[in-house]
């Protein structure tokens, strides 16, 4: 199911130290050139590149040491 974005929000916002978050529908294709579809309100994608569910933030950011996260 599509979510709209609303004109002037953006769909896509960086964590500092953390995932992007995406708003609405997005097809994101991993590090081995798989493809993955998202239709949750808001999903986050790994930037750390430690989460064990990739492409999508498990939270393992939050642990890392601070010159480590992205
Ligand atoms: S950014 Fe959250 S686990 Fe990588």
Request: hydrophobic content about 25%.
């Amino acid at each position: 199911m599509s979510t709209p974005t609303e004109p002037g929000r953006p769909d896509v916002v960086v964590c500092p130290g953390g995932p992007l978050l995406l708003r609405g529908d997005h097809v994101v294709e991993d590090a081995e050139g798989r493809v993955h579809r998202t239709s949750r309100p808001v999903s986050a994608v790994c930037r750390c590149g430690k989460s064990s569910v990739q492409p999508w933030c498990d939270g393992t950011h939050k642990v890392l040491p601070s010159k480590l996260r992205p």
